[in-house]
T-cell receptor, first 117, second 115 residues
Framework: DAKTTQPTSMDCAEGRAANLPCNHS???????VYWYRQIHSQGPQYIIH???NNETNEMASLIITEDRKSSTLILPHATLRDTAVYYC??????????????????FGKGTKLSVKP | KAGVTQTPRYLIKTRGQQVTLSCSPI?????VSWYQQTPGQGLQFLFE???????NKGNFPGRFSGRQFSNSRSEMNVSTLELGDSALYLC??????????????FGPGTRLTVT
């Protein structure tokens, strides 16, 4: 089962920031938070990941709370092309050095983000 | 760098037939994972290969199998197709080794329809 909880759906106005929350209260010390998104009928797209510090890349920012029990993905200026299902996943960062730990991603239901004009 | 490629993109098969799907990972990526996506069950992990060895397997019947070749390309096979096998089959590759954090990059998927 997925170890994360996300809202089923969210709306965002085009040009505004989209803030997608994720709860992962049972996260372990060696687990990272990963975000992926899936635009309709395409393969999931990697967005960003982090351990405990806030992270930013060209696509988004990831804010992780100090206790690491929740995080927020921020799309600073949402566009219509950001309409997608967003998945928050926790996983060990280096599964190949954790004696058989699973490297697969466990997807939950995700959050369906609708960006509206 | 070219992304993950999957062939064919679309496939229609009849119940009872078998099917083979192919995945070419990103150059330099040695791990390949397969996932099945259906409207009812969402994205589910099938299996993972690294260095031609299956490292991990999801909860699917033995009709689902796979393999990885020495060049890291992978194939998955489904025998005795059932209507419920209609799905989007996704392949993902990741870099293994060094100090990376092994994010997986997905291909566009193969849409399998069983009639």
């Amino acid at each position: 089962d997925a170890k994360t909880t996300q809202p089923t759906s969210m709306d965002c106005a085009e040009g505004r920031a989209a803030n997608l929350p994720c709860n992962h209260s049972t996260i372990s010390g060696n687990e990272y938070v990963y975000w992926y998104r899936q635009i309709h009928s395409q393969g999931p797209q990697y967005i960003i990941h982090g351990l405990k510090n806030n992270e930013t890349n060209e696509m988004a920012s990831l804010i992780i709370t100090e206790d690491r029990k929740s995080s927020t993905l921020i799309l600073p200026h949402a566009t219509l092309r950001d309409t997608a299902v967003y998945y928050c996943i926790v996983r060990v960062a280096d599964p190949y050095n954790f004696g058989g730990s699973q490297g697969n991603l466990i997807f939950g239901k995700g959050t369906k983000l609708s960006v509206k004009p | 760098k070219a992304g993950v490629t999957q062939t064919p993109r679309y496939l229609i098969k009849t119940r009872g037939q078998q099917v083979t799907l192919s995945c070419s990972p990103i150059s330099g990526h040695r791990s390949v994972s397969w996932y099945q996506q259906t409207p009812g069950q969402g994205l589910q992990f099938l299996f993972e290969y690294f260095s031609e060895t299956q490292r991990n397997k999801g909860n699917f019947p033995g009709r689902f199998s796979g393999r990885q070749f020495s060049n890291s390309r992978s194939e998955m096979n489904v025998s005795t197709l059932e209507l419920g096998d209609s799905a989007l089959y996704l392949c993902a590759s990741s870099l293994v080794g060094g100090t990376g954090t092994y994010e997986q990059y997905f291909g566009p998927g193969t849409r399998l329809t069983v009639t």
